[in-house]
């Protein structure tokens, strides 16, 4: 006899956020660091036999937006709502051609060029740093985007009541708060680093300066929506596959007190979790972002140094929701057999789900390899094994 669901989405999604035990894990697909790429969805529409416009959701990850007959077809239980870009702004890929080859290039709202060649279309990748050679000075002075700009979320309230009121989901804002990260986009990652050693005074003006943009882009965002979101979605890479990567005493020294002053300032103005989006070996952090005051871990990279879902589970899982880790994306995913598949979510679920506190989702995107019989047989063991 078959087990059958006793809450709506959005009831099991606040159930597993409270580390209440809810019906069944939840299950997520289609965010910004959830989803699945363009390529790896055409294969599985393919294998669906299905045909349906495709949607981008993020030109520089090449993510798509999956259709709600996807969704449904997945279980998945969490629809997202996201800001825009100013009226003003324009987003546009541009073609070009270099040295005889064709490549899609996107300049973002800081001035970054994101660049992807026609003949491969996996990611973009960064072409030019705005900020490679400045100085502090240039950085006072640097032009940089209104983070408060209304046009940004017109209609957004709009969006969530829409799906609070006429499906069962729950709603996550898209990706924000990204503090670090744009600092080294603007600057160039390599100089950067050296930046961290030897010009530290202009790695704070830039962290101010983006801090500015994500207080200012909170405030206008939590004011149309922070009473009716459930979750609220912020991120910095700090790890790698075996450990930080950066010096964890110029984390905590200048990045963890611009991050937690976000974090904080987000709490006013919302009772929505917030969930903290960082890649790699990040149990040496795992305190620093709870006394920051993130909620939710994601993607949870269970083959990276000391990210064992037992171990995660044990230390951290009173206070911790964890959103991902439910199977090994590096050599199973791609690689395994669906039955094997099946055997790793499982084991991942079994781990990760006593108590509540956990949303099942990949580790990060679905990747463009991905086979569509391994992606159906995922989706398909998360929710045969969610039940409690």
């Known amino acids: ?157 709009e969006e969530v009541l829409e799906i609070q009121k006429n499906t069962p989901y729950a709603v996550s804002t898209g990706i924000g708060g990204v503090v670090y990260e744009v600092c080294w986009y603007m600057r160039g990652l390599e100089r950067w680093f050296m930046d961290m050693l030897e010009n530290p005074a202009f790695c704070e003006a830039l962290l101010d300066r983006i801090l500015k943009f994500w207080l200012d882009y909170f405030t206008g965002f939590m004011k149309e929506i922070g009473d009716i979101v459930d979750v609220v979605m912020i991120g910095d890479d700090l790890a790698g596959q075996s450990g930080p990567l950066f010096s964890p005493e110029f984390y905590r020294a200048i990045v963890k007190p611009r991050q937690k002053k976000l974090v904080q300032h987000i709490k006013s103005l919302t009772g929505s979790k917030i969930w903290y989006h960082t890649c790699g070996s990040v149990v040496e952090y795992i305190p620093d972002l709870l006394d920051n005051g993130i909620d939710i871990l994601n993607p949870v990279q269970i083959t990276a140094h000391g990210m064992d879902p037992k171990i995660l589970k044990e230390r951290f899982g009173k206070d911790l929701v964890f959103w991902g880790g439910g199977i090994d994306s590096q050599h199973v995913l791609p690689f395994a057999t669906p039955e094997e598949v099946k055997r790793n979510v499982k084991s991942n679920m079994e781990a990760f789900k006593p108590g509540g506190g956990y949303i099942f989702n990949n580790v990060h995107n679905i990747q463009a390899g991905v086979p569509p019989e391994n992606i159906l047989a995922m989706y398909e063991a998360a929710y045969k094994y969610g039940f409690y």
């Open 1 to 157: 006899m078959a087990i059958k669901e006793k809450m709506t989405s959005r009831e099991r999604v606040l159930a597993a956020l409270n580390f209440q035990i809810p019906d069944r894990v939840p299950i997520d697909l289609g965010g910004f660091q959830s989803g699945i790429h363009k390529k790896a969805y055409l294969k599985l529409l393919e294998h669906l036999e299905m045909e349906e416009e495709i949607v981008m959701l993020d030109p520089v990850q090449q993510l798509v937006r999956p259709s709600e007959q996807v969704l449904g077809l997945l279980k998945v239980d969490i629809r997202y709502v996201t800001a825009k870009g100013p009226k003003d702004f324009d987003g546009t890929i541009r073609q070009r051609f270099r040295k005889g080859k064709l490549w899609y290039d996107l300049k973002d709202e800081f001035g970054v060029v994101w660049s992807m060649p026609d003949d491969q279309q996996l990611y973009m990748d960064i072409s030019h740093h705005p900020l490679d050679d400045a100085t502090i000075e240039d950085v006072a002075s640097y032009p940089f985007p209104d983070g408060g700009n209304p046009d940004r979320f017109e209609g957004v309230r």
